[in-house]
């Protein structure tokens, strides 16, 4: 698998004793590489490095669940940012990797700092990396917030507006999956409705995405009015990595009432009593209600993300 284009050698690590070597190009996923490879998160063949004359001069990973045989995310795409040919570089690397990952190669996600535009040489390393996958066929998909709540940030309490109980069947979440579709504004959504029904685009996500959570499915909760009717639903998991507010929906017909705050506090009651050390969220730049929901309730933007896809 190796190959050599003049001065460079392009190959996949040969194991978990590379790792050092793919490490030293730094970038903020590198503490997660060991526990991903010894979880089967991650495979020696889905990480490609880039070496001239011993020296590493780009890199790339991809990410997968554990128990899946293809990989999910392009997680990690790295270029010495003091090479004068990074760009050639990063390019061949891509061009002797990608062809084994799938057809399309799967999404590409970056994580920034949330001022990465107020710094020159972020913007000039995101603007290298996005003109490298702009070369194999990338293009800009989304920009997203990545939040955080941090202990001792204060939980309203329930108003009495409305009351929460759990998710009663797969149908029902499904169900009300479907609903919060419409006039979603959500990126990945919005795309899936262009390619499936909403039902088809639900089902998908609650199969390939909430079940693959470890954590209780009991935590789910839906949002009704008094009288038992439904309003919305909160899902709080924890991913692997972190507690995370995975999915919140507020059904078209109670949108505009303020309901988003109150079922994005029952979701984060529910981890801040499971005493967790942080409660990790993310939604697109373009959601302006969602993401100043989250503001409103104390959750702070400690990253940015970039995701580029190939159509």
């Not at 070369?135 to 309203?156: D, Q, S």
Request: net charge negative.
């Amino acid at each position: 698998m190796t190959q050599h284009h003049h001065d460079l050698i392009l190959r996949p690590i040969t194991g978990p004793d590379e790792l050092d070597l793919f490490n030293r190009l730094q970038y903020v996923l590198n503490p997660e590489l060991s526990g991903d490879l010894d979880a089967g998160r991650r495979r020696p063949e889905w990480m490609w490095v880039a070496l001239r004359d011993g020296r590493l001069v780009a890199r790339a990973a991809w990410w997968a669940r554990a128990c899946d045989q293809t990989p999910q995310l392009m997680d990690i795409f790295d270029l010495d940012d003091t090479d004068p040919d990074r760009i050639g570089a990063g390019r061949k690397l891509l061009a002797a990797a990608l062809p084994g990952m799938g057809t399309p190669p799967p999404e590409y996600d970056r994580f920034l700092p949330p001022d990465w535009r107020d710094h020159a040489d972020t913007r000039q390393r995101v603007a290298d990396r996005t003109q490298v996958l702009e070369l194999t066929g990338a293009k800009v998909f989304v920009e997203r917030l990545r939040l955080e709540w941090r202990p001792g940030t204060p939980v309203p309490a329930p108003s009495g507006r409305l009351r929460f109980r759990p998710v009663r069947d797969e149908s029902e979440l499904i169900g009300l999956m479907t609903l919060v579709l419409d006039g979603t504004l959500d990126a990945h959504s919005r795309h899936d409705l262009t390619r499936m029904t909403a039902p088809e685009s639900a089902r998908t996500q609650y199969h390939e995405e909430l079940l693959r959570y470890a954590s209780p499915h009991d935590w789910w909760r839906v949002a009704t009015r008094p009288d038992g009717e439904p309003v919305g639903f909160v899902i709080p998991a924890h991913n692997g990595y972190n507690p995370i507010i995975a999915y919140l929906g507020v059904i078209p017909a109670h949108r505009g009432r303020g309901y988003i705050d109150e079922i994005l506090a029952e979701g984060t009651r529910i981890l801040v009593d499971q005493d967790v050390p942080r409660i990790r969220a993310a939604t697109d730049v373009g959601n302006v209600p969602m993401a100043a929901a989250f503001a409103r309730a104390g959750y702070v933007t400690f990253e940015r993300q970039i995701d580029m896809t190939w159509s």
